[in-house]
């Protein structure tokens, strides 16, 4: 789902993923007669700590010189960007309207908006999609999204004095759904949950049958664990960074984690898990008639060590780490324990640079 821009025509395009402690430059191409998507490029830079708090953009020059460096580390020579915002300033919502035609609706989504928007419509870009027939006659659902135009804005912003240029902004949980769906089975009875856990959000969105029926941002994130490891030693934030995550995938790690950072990291474990199995809980009770059967851990802080089996008991659901390169043709650019390592992060920006399909 775009927000007010417009995707011009096929070309490639950069997935471009801002985050709050990391920012991925992905593109994609298509190959084989199949037409199987390849990781051409990737390119992925760091941001200096509270760049970005909260969604607001603080240091806007160091985001623009983070983005050029993931584009130019990527050798990406494209300029169109579609780039996902998440937070507070994002509202996704599944509303039961009357049945209208997609015309009609252009014309009334701004009034039917304000009863459910805790924004001043005047102030958001909107944007819908009509799902299916509401179950009553002559009711139908539609996913009502509405973003923010100051935060719309600062994407632009960055993006355009980054020297690219902007042609989508979609949401964030949608893009992972997007990777999701390129790369996995799915059922038309079957309900999962994508949780995608960022550095200071979380993204979840609870699919049923492929279409979005649950989706909520929550600001408790991985930016936590590296909070309380800088307390407990008394180090920068990229020491306790670098300590969180222990060393990627296919990288030696020697170092001897003190006590008292495992014991920060598990209740830092215990808080975020709370927050999204709390979540899970009330999609579930208010839905009687579906239940998750899976749930597909993303974002750099799925892999910190001990959380996949510490989600999994805490809630009880059967539990994946998602990989966004699951069906892709390997590339023989990437080192494949590169590639292991570093996947589960890569949801939103191959699910953005899908976005020149078709």
């Known amino acids: 789902m775009k927000l007010s821009l417009p995707n011009f025509g096929s070309k490639s395009i950069i997935g471009l993923d801002i985050g709050s402690s990391t920012i991925k ?10 037409k199987e998507f390849e990781l051409t ?26 983005i050029r460096e993931a584009v130019e580390k990527a050798k990406i020579k494209t ?4 780039a996902a915002v998440s937070g507070h300033s994002v509202i996704v919502k599944k509303v039961n309207l009357p049945s209208m035609s997609q015309d009609e609706l252009d014309e009334q989504i701004r009034w039917e908006a304000e009863q459910y928007i805790p924004f001043d419509v005047n102030e958001v870009n909107l944007d ?10 002559g009711q139908m659902d539609v996913l009502l999204v509405a973003a923010k135009k100051d935060l719309i804005d600062d994407y632009v912003q960055v993006i355009t004095e980054a020297g690219l240029q902007p042609v989508v902004i979609d949401v964030a949980a949608f893009a992972v759904e997007n990777a999701y769906e390129s790369n996995y089975d799915t059922r038309p009875d079957q309900t999962v949950a994508l949780v995608n856990i960022g550095a200071q959000v979380v993204n979840i969105n609870v699919m049923q049958g492929g279409t979005p029926t649950f ?15 800088q307390k407990a030693l008394s180090i920068s ?7 969180k995550l222990g060393g990627r995938k296919g990288e030696e790690s020697q170092e001897v984690v003190p006590h008292e950072v495992e014991e920060a990291m598990q209740q830092v474990t215990e808080t975020v898990i709370g927050e999204i199995s709390r979540s899970l809980d009330f999609f579930a009770a208010t839905s009687a008639d579906s239940r998750i059967e899976k749930v597909y851990l993303s974002g750099g802080s799925a892999s910190v060590a001990g959380f996949l089996p510490a ?48």
């Open 79 to 82: 300029k169109r960007v579609a």
């Open 311 to 358: 989600f999994r008991e805490r809630t009880g659901y059967e539990v994946e780490i998602f990989n966004p390169l699951n069906r892709m043709i390997p590339s023989s650019k990437f080192e494949p324990d590169y590639l292991d390592g570093i996947a589960p992060s890569l949801g939103v920006g191959v699910g953005l640079a899908m976005r020149q399909v078709d």
């Open 215 to 229: 989706t909520r941002d929550i600001t408790t994130a991985g930016n936590q664990y590296t909070e309380e490891i």
């Open 237 to 243: 934030f990229d020491e306790a960074e670098r300590i």
């Open 128 to 137: 819908f999609q009509i799902l299916e027939d509401g179950g009553n006659e």
């Open 41 to 66: 490029h990737l390119g992925i830079s760091s941001l200096p700590p509270e760049a970005i708090v909260q969604g607001a953009f603080l240091n806007s020059s160091a985001i623009v010189d983070s």
């Open 25 to 34: 430059a992905v593109e994609l191409n298509r190959k084989g007669k199949n």
